[in-house]
């Protein structure tokens, strides 16, 4: 929306002819027309990182020792599908979770993105998943990251957001 004082703008005119939208790079910020609504990205890094990663081959949970492989964590709502994006390196997966797992638990639906390849090579690219969470689960795991990648661990983690279905 724009705005002039208080006022909300709801033409604008070059010459003798109406514009019908506006551009801010290739972000929408005006429109005669409805305006499409920005979801709300619920992911705000309060709840801290945890060193930790699931294995590509089993799905087994895993603290890690070292700053190697981090994941991401926020809190959600039990049966609720969410959407989310990331700007991935090497790594992308996604699981929920009722609290923490424990450092060896096998877990049985955890999102693994298709171009996620183990940390055989960088991506740099933005990629996104859809998970619904569990019946009683509380919160969503993010593996987002590994030192075999070529971004910044925290470039990567500043990328992700993650929205509500419904929003």
């Known amino acids: 929306m724009i705005t002039i004082g208080a006022k909300k703008v709801k033409n604008i005119m070059v010459g003798s002819k109406n514009v019908s939208k506006v551009y801010v790079g290739s972000k929408l910020v005006w429109s005669s027309g409805e305006m499409p609504v920005e979801p709300t990205n619920i992911y705000d890094k309060s709840v801290a990182d945890i060193w930790a990663y699931v294995r590509y081959a089993n799905k087994v949970f895993n603290i890690s020792t ?18 989310v994006e990331i700007l991935m390196d090497t790594r ?9 797992p424990v450092s060896g638990t096998e877990l049985s639906a955890v999102l693994i993105d298709e171009l996620d390849d183990n940390g055989e090579g ?13 019946a009683d689960h509380n919160m969503l795991y ?17 990328s ?8």
């Open 66 to 83: 070292n700053a190697s492989n981090l994941m991401a964590r926020c809190t959600v709502e039990p049966n609720t599908t969410y959407i």
């Open 142 to 158: 993010i593996g987002y990251w590994t030192s075999a990648g070529s971004l910044n661990s925290e470039d990567v983690r500043n």
């Open 160 to 167: 992700i957001k993650i929205y509500k279905e419904s929003d």
């Open 122 to 134: 960088s991506l740099n690219a933005k990629r996104r998943l859809t998970i619904t969470t569990g």
């Open 92 to 100: 992308f997966r996604v699981f929920s979770y009722k609290g923490q």
